[in-house]
């Protein structure tokens, strides 16, 4: 049984036919309507998500299928006390697929390792959000036909951005792709992510504080918020928080053909005076979501047939020690056992991959 | 594209139109039951009002289509600080037509100035609620076949109750219509109202405090609340309080054709006692609004293919000085620019209605 | 119109035939798809409870119908003050049938007095809560082919616990069951079910305080939790609480074909180390209580037709003293008129079954 809980389970091919089928569901809507009839889709939400909530529901039915769920924690048993794994396992009784936004991290994973059914990965505290990945993928594929040789320029806040950090894990895996990391210094990208993910795969890449700098090179630009109170110091936050504003006059220089992104909700750091703009792709990134999870809801309902369990702890060994990290979802988790994974050399917690 | 901002935003002929097809889909609905399948409705709840969404789902659920949604403010991205017109623009990407509920007045009207699907006001805070003036239209037309020269009396809290305003909005435009406006005169319907609405439409009415005096004339008569916390002298309150709740004995000497009607919900201003009179017709009114949203739904989907953008803005300009009403969705919305029609030499806004 | 409050509502034949369509489900789904087609379920929920929500939806969907409704009481308009009548009567022009949760005793069977519709009792405060017996009895039928001569091992919170009551009741109707009360002295089952139930319909029972003394016998073993907060001897209860905790260590004794069920949601009165052995039979009871609503809707649909009132109210008198029961619906329902049944000479609220 396949289940997506990180972008980086699905390998370049399985992506690339994930886009396929979007641009074919995008290109013959009625020819999907019907596809998943008699199906029942379970968004579980434990935290409030409408965009994504409503992304997964209107997949589900624009392909002839059904939902049941719920939209926050208050209105779920877990108020109750209910482990995930119980309600994993409860709802394998009356759905045919789920998906899953919680506040801890590695709590699909857990879910996915006790249904029946497979689940999809809605986001989980700061560790990941693959269908926004995929969204993102797909949105680049439209505007410039693949990802080889790409400059892709991310500004904002690049410390705490799990949407960053997996859409550049994902583009590590085409080749010729040129990062530019624009932030201010208290938002740097994580020196774990330079280490293990860009300068792993080879990209190159460049850091600045400058939105400006390298903007008529950029082929995309990601923007993310820039939040006061992640900042120590308030003057610094001050001097730098309107230059990483996008308004129409930072634009001047960038390329025509360049793709202006957001994973949205947007507050102030992207200018409604943009929106006209032909470069701006952020409402395309919405529709791209939803095209992408109707083409994963597909893709995990056919292999669901597949009897096989897809086993992430094959490689996995069961550990004495406890992982530390307080959003983990092995902190609540009753009986939960305790796994980690070697990645160079390190013990990695198989369910939030924070270093044990 | 045409959504519904205002009841006055469609023409007699149209409200007309609404009510024959509300007539034939009552009569026969087995011919709706597939009418918008494949389409989807979204609706967009900013404030909790169970009666009217669940009746907006059921219309879309009856004619074959699916729905999306949230019912409270806190579980949408606007507890994240999403603009109006960024939620607008996401379910456009989802949804085939949107009912939206929101605690700003204006606030649909500027989702449909961004959405690219038609938009119902489904109430946006003391300012309109249009399909619940349809719901009295048509349950009028059930019981009396037309508006012509009936006498319609209002009771209660005529001050703050938006669907008293609409409604007698919407019945000036019949021909002789008389208005019995009945209240206490802390709560008696406004001056703007009375000038604006029923003089300058002829309309002939009366105003008094005895639910009583003109109760052998009402064709209808159209209960509200009178809330305690609305009056500055509470003894006045104490001594008027029980005068406008409903009663079997009230009712002694009106007609036996007399329709009463209340938007619901009561809390105690009409006695249970009266459910079994034949005159009682509150929950015929529920059912109307169920037929009006049906009906509008088909119509506001059948129009949506008319690429021409309808256009409210024509008459507008642009304004330098900004509205004052604290509940208006110009003190919260993200950069929106300012506009005002005039209306008698009065400048109002273009979101509220307010004079600017 | 028949409705569901209380599961001795239906004869045991009635109940023979809902087992029997239930399993006709479970074997041929497909031939069920579309028996609802057409239909909506409203599920009111005035508070939350995700799995018998998720399980009636799930049950309406998986029979093509589909589903409105609200999953708390703050996003209905009870918040308003709304009464339950109202509801009930409101709902009735919208859908075709309603699962109604309430925390006051009785308040579905003010719905189903008001509604022009069937009307489920999801669960009315400690009252009753029809369908998790259906789904018990399901589970026992489909594990041991019937209910006569069954050892019934029921452990933990006896006192407090609706489900093991109203199982009690249900099972006292077969013949040769024996119950094993399992229980500390402080959660004893209340004199009156013993009286009242066990003893009048002639069921054989014992009393214990120890898991293990009769865990040879059972043929089904109903696990409960046991609260701490129930204890006015904290040390009594430090003493007991592990006793009640299932471990595999403590089903050593028990029979190869023994049944382990539990209402869910557990905390930690059931290990996890249980849900690989054959005889835990939770999950199976969740799926059960899937298909035995699936019947429940079909039956009751089917019975809609017939236009005949059921009257539980035919041998209740009205009553001039009201019901001191603080969660009885009476305490807050509008002009509400007060009755009372006799049972063994005492009289009892017609709503909440509280002596009066």
């Known amino acids: 049984m396949r289940s997506l809980i990180d972008v980086v389970d699905f390998s370049v091919e399985e992506i690339n036919e994930l886009i396929k089928t979007a641009l074919d569901i995008q290109k013959n809507p009625d020819m999907y309507s019907e596809t998943c009839k008699g199906k029942i889709l379970a968004t579980l939400f434990f935290e409030p998500s409408t965009r994504t909530r409503l992304s997964f529901e209107t997949a589900m039915l624009r392909l002839g299928g059904s939902v049941i ?88 806040d690049l410390k705490f ?30 020196d774990y992510v330079i280490k293990n993910v860009i300068e792993k795969s080879g990209l190159s890449y460049v850091e600045t504080d400058s939105l400006e700098e390298y903007m008529n090179q950029l082929d995309v630009l990601y923007m993310t918020r820039v939040q006061g109170e992640r900042f120590e110091d308030k003057l610094e936050y001050e001097r730098l928080k309107d230059s990483y504003i996008l308004t129409p006059d930072k634009i001047v220089s960038a390329k025509s053909s360049m793709t202006i992104m957001h994973p949205l909700p947007r507050v102030n750091e992207l200018s409604v005076k943009i929106d006209t703009d032909s470069r701006a792709c952020y409402f395309m990134q919405v529709e791209s ?68």
Do not use: W
Request: glycine share 8%.
């Open 69 to 156: 769920g719920f939209s926050s924690a208050s209105s779920s048993s877990a108020s109750k006390g209910e482990s995930v794994a119980d309600t994993a396992k409860v709802i394998s009784t009356y759905a045919d697929i789920i998906a899953m936004r919680h506040y801890k991290e590695g709590a699909p994973f857990v879910a996915s390792q006790n249904a029946n059914i497979p689940v999809i990965n809605a986001g989980d505290g700061g560790h990941c959000h693959p269908t926004q990945t995929l969204a993102d993928l797909l949105t680049i594929y439209r505007r410039h036909g693949g990802f080889d040789n790409l400059t892709v320029g991310f500004c904002g």
């Open 289 to 356: 979501g939803k095209l992408m999870r109707m083409a994963l809801i597909i893709k995990l309902l056919k292999e669901a047939k597949n009897p096989e369990k897809e086993d992430r702890l094959a490689t996995a060994n069961e550990s004495v020690i406890k992982c530390k990290n307080p959003a983990c979802i092995t902190t609540t988790e009753q009986e939960i056992i305790h796994y980690y994974k070697s990645v160079d050399g390190e013990r990695h917690c198989i369910y939030c991959d924070a270093k044990i």
């Open 161 to 190: 951005g799990r949407t960053v950090h997996s859409l550049i894990s994902a583009l590590a895996r085409y080749s010729g792709v040129k990062i530019v990391l624009i932030s201010p210094k208290e938002l740097k990208l994580p």
